[in-house]
């Protein structure tokens, strides 16, 4: 079939043709170590190596005060200041556990907010002059005092102790991979906890509630 190109054309093609056709070169460590330098400054492999040691530092204060992370959204043991919350626990008034489950006019200047003090009543109360509109939600969990019932302190949720006996600390490496002879218990268990939480509208769809959990049975290390 005959071409249209130009000769300067057909000798670029030419070339590209050989080109493609050489194989692919593995760089080495020392032209690897030769792309890695370029950009970069003559303080990088400082600053990177002083940036190391922060971390480890800080990794080792961590483990020598005790920190964990946590969701209750209490500060750090280190920034813990005794003293000056038993001294504010003394002179403020003791407030009461109740829920907020509406809020009325929300975003207005009228705003008004449902509490429901357990065992109690329910109350349509304001905010105390210390709490701002945007940290009250509905649902959430306040300290209202025992006199008007203003609501004073947003509260984190309630943690639940045989859930927090629960919680792994240390994420574990162990893989579905890692065990051998239970393809079809695999499967199932991935159904019953996977599915619900990365697929939850397939429950919705078919209108049935997800599994609460599983129980494995068998012989230790099976």
């Given amino acids: 079939m005959p071409d249209y190109l130009g000769e300067d054309q057909r000798k670029t093609k030419q070339k590209d043709e050989k080109e493609e056709d050489k194989p692919i070169k593995a760089l080495d460590e020392a032209e690897i170590a030769l792309l890695k330098s370029y950009g970069a400054g003559p303080y990088d492999k400082a600053i990177k190596q002083t940036e190391e040691d922060v ?17 209750t959204g209490l500060a750090p043991p280190a920034l813990w200041d005794l003293a000056a919350d038993k001294q504010a626990l003394q002179s403020e008034q003791p407030l009461q556990v109740a829920r907020c489950t509406k809020i009325i006019n929300e975003g207005s200047d009228d705003a008004k907010y449902i509490i429901n003090v357990k065992q109690f009543a329910k109350f349509v109360v304001d905010l105390a002059d210390t709490v701002s509109p945007t940290d009250i939600e509905e649902g959430m969990r306040v300290g209202v005092d025992r006199n008007k019932y203003q609501i004073h302190l947003p509260l984190p949720p309630k943690i639940d102790p045989s859930v927090t006996m629960m919680q792994v600390e240390e994420k574990p490496d162990v893989t579905y991979s890692d065990v051998g002879g239970c393809k079809e218990q695999i499967e199932k268990l991935r159904e019953v906890v996977e599915l619900p939480l990365l697929h939850p509208e397939k429950f919705v769809n078919l209108g049935i509630e997800p599994p609460k959990g599983v129980l494995l049975y068998g012989p230790p290390g099976t």
């Fill in 55 to 71: 971390q480890t530092a800080l990794k080792r204060v961590n483990e020598l005060s005790g920190i964990k992370e946590s969701d």
